[in-house]
């Protein structure tokens, strides 16, 4: 006969034992994770279309609402075909640039802007675009039908307002970064403006006119500007201040920014020589207190 545990020791359960336990913990686990991953997750893929739509599609589309810099895409699918639309979303500049007739139309049409290729698109994500856009179109008015444009005449404050927003001094509410940061314009300061985008002194003709540039604005859609305006949105008022200043603009000329290199080189080059001077006379001055008491010891010696 087996003898019994000694007293407060239990024996391990059999090895069947421990494995259904071991499932049941493994189950457990990933029931916790399931739960986790569906309470935490953006509110439903249904969802995430649309919210993606509206960030990346609408500053240059509407689905209904007419033309804006792209084309208006109701009934896009009826006008082309599903496979051609699909490898056009995927990697609009390629399509365009293998000399696909249609693609230069939509080129031409947009003056020369290319659509940029949506971030993060994927052949899952392009389909459920173009579902949501036959969805859409079947609508006598789709939610994408566009922002509503103030029709209200440009005065000269609106102009003056929108050139502060451009350079700085006028603080945009949501804490958006002055445009200056990254553009230039045809009256820029002497220094000029940032590097990393365009000159927008033409934006208003090259966007094709207020309601394109305003859309555009709502919701720029650059892989720089996007991350920077999502969580600082620009407000209706600066928006069509904005436009007014760049629309008075359309007749000038882009800045040159060789005169602004010029300017920084110099503003450089004068800065480096004040310095030099200002450190040479603090060095020739360095000893002075030392030597001022020596020659005075040696003089008050010489006279006694």
């Given at each position: 006969m087996r003898a019994n545990p000694p007293c407060g020791l239990t024996q391990k359960p059999p090895c069947n034992a421990r494995i259904a336990i071991l499932r049941r913990q493994v189950l457990l686990v990933a029931l916790c994770f399931s739960a986790a991953f569906v309470f935490f997750a953006p509110r439903s893929f249904g969802q995430d279309t649309p919210d993606y739509?509206?960030?990346?599609?609408?500053?240059?589309?509407?689905?209904?609402?007419?033309?804006?810099?792209?084309?208006d895409l109701k009934d896009v699918t009826k006008r082309q075909g599903r496979?051609?639309?699909?490898?056009?979303?995927?990697?609009?500049?390629?399509?365009?640039?293998?000399?696909?007739?249609?693609?230069?139309?939509?080129?031409?049409?947009s003056r020369g802007i290319y659509m940029?290729?949506?971030p993060g698109i994927t052949k899952g994500r392009a389909e459920k675009l173009l579902d949501l856009i036959e969805a859409e179109?079947?609508?006598?008015?789709?939610?994408?039908?566009?922002m509503k444009i103030s029709t209200a005449p440009?005065?000269?404050?609106?102009?003056?307002?929108?050139r502060d927003i451009f350079l700085g001094p006028f603080?945009?509410?949501?804490?958006?970064?002055?445009?200056?940061?990254?553009?230039?314009?045809f009256d820029s300061p002497a220094l000029g403006g940032g590097r990393l985008g365009p000159d927008l002194t033409k934006i208003f003709e090259r966007l094709q006119g207020r309601k394109p540039l305003s859309a555009w604005l709502q919701a720029p859609g650059t892989e720089t500007m996007q991350p920077i305006f999502k969580?600082?949105?620009?407000?209706?008022?600066?928006?069509?201040?904005?436009?007014?200043?760049?629309?008075?603009t359309t007749a000038e000329r882009p800045a040159d920014s060789s005169g602004g290199r010029v300017a920084f080189l110099l503003s450089g080059l004068i800065a480096a020589?004040?310095?030099i001077f200002f450190l040479d006379n603090i060095w020739k001055r360095r000893f002075h207190s030392v030597r001022r008491a020596l020659v005075e010891a040696n003089t008050s010696r010489g006279q006694s």
């Amino acid at each position: 006969m087996r003898a019994n545990p000694p007293c407060g020791l239990t024996q391990k359960p059999p090895c069947n034992a421990r494995i259904a336990i071991l499932r049941r913990q493994v189950l457990l686990v990933a029931l916790c994770f399931s739960a986790a991953f569906v309470f935490f997750a953006p509110r439903s893929f249904g969802q995430d279309t649309p919210d993606y739509f509206k960030l990346n599609c609408t500053n240059c589309h509407t689905i209904g609402g007419g033309r804006l810099t792209g084309p208006d895409l109701k009934d896009v699918t009826k006008r082309q075909g599903r496979e051609w639309l699909l490898k056009f979303l995927m990697n609009p500049k390629a399509v365009i640039d293998s000399g696909d007739s249609y693609g230069k139309k939509i080129l031409e049409e947009s003056r020369g802007i290319y659509m940029p290729t949506p971030p993060g698109i994927t052949k899952g994500r392009a389909e459920k675009l173009l579902d949501l856009i036959e969805a859409e179109s079947l609508l006598e008015k789709s939610r994408f039908k566009g922002m509503k444009i103030s029709t209200a005449p440009f005065t000269d404050v609106d102009r003056a307002k929108g050139r502060d927003i451009f350079l700085g001094p006028f603080r945009l509410k949501a804490g958006g970064t002055a445009c200056i940061s990254c553009h230039s314009m045809f009256d820029s300061p002497a220094l000029g403006g940032g590097r990393l985008g365009p000159d927008l002194t033409k934006i208003f003709e090259r966007l094709q006119g207020r309601k394109p540039l305003s859309a555009w604005l709502q919701a720029p859609g650059t892989e720089t500007m996007q991350p920077i305006f999502k969580n600082h949105p620009l407000a209706e008022d600066e928006i069509h201040a904005l436009v007014a200043y760049f629309e008075s603009t359309t007749a000038e000329r882009p800045a040159d920014s060789s005169g602004g290199r010029v300017a920084f080189l110099l503003s450089g080059l004068i800065a480096a020589v004040v310095g030099i001077f200002f450190l040479d006379n603090i060095w020739k001055r360095r000893f002075h207190s030392v030597r001022r008491a020596l020659v005075e010891a040696n003089t008050s010696r010489g006279q006694s």
